[in-house]
């Protein structure tokens, strides 16, 4: 289909989802590289949310991305920062894990970004409105220090209440991990 669609649309890229361990997410082992006009959608939806790629839990996960790094020119992650709970969403701190995994994808050589970070987003819970910030920052400029743009971001949002904030969301963090 690639070489195909090149000849018709030049500039066309195909993409496809990349999806579930027990599915797409494995990459071919048969081939050495992937036409430069296709582009796949790494979406990692079945990993352990509390842990990062380089935990054993999702390491796997974390080679799978590095080897379709290596076929294609072009490779998207469709992130799920958070994992769904029906009406409520579940208590996590996850910035960091965020914040981790994109780095990550910067040393994988990750493209591009599509976060599906409608979990909680719409009330504002879990952290939300504070990922949405220190991520998208980062996105734009991973030189800065995302420790730092959190702290910005509480003392913004939240004034004299930031540091019960902060205390309540690091301790999340640290049962998140553990």
């Not at 998207?76 to 996850?94: D, K, M, R, S």
């Not at 980062?138 to 904030?165: P, T, V």
């Amino acid at each position: 289909l690639c070489p195909e669609a090149k000849a018709r649309f030049p500039h066309a890229q195909i993409m496809t989802l990349i999806y579930r361990k027990s599915q797409t997410q494995p990459p071919p082992t048969n081939v050495e590289v992937l036409p430069d006009n296709f582009t796949p959608d790494f979406a990692p939806i079945d990993d352990n949310f509390s842990k990062d790629w380089s935990d054993p839990s999702n390491a796997q996960t974390y080679a799978d991305l590095k080897r379709w790094c290596k076929l294609c020119k072009n490779v998207i992650v469709w992130y799920y920062p958070n994992p769904y709970g029906g009406e409520l969403t579940p208590p996590l701190g996850n910035v960091e894990r965020g914040v981790r995994d994109l780095f990550l994808m910067k040393e994988a050589g990750v493209t591009g970004h599509l976060w599906e970070h409608n979990v909680g987003v719409i009330w504002g819970v879990g952290f939300t409105e504070l990922q949405t910030y220190v991520w998208g920052r980062l996105m734009n400029d991973m030189s800065l220090n995302w420790r730092e743009l959190a702290d910005e971001f509480i003392e913004f949002k939240y004034g004299a209440a930031g540091e019960m904030f902060k205390k309540y969301w690091l301790e999340l963090e640290k049962l998140t991990r553990d």
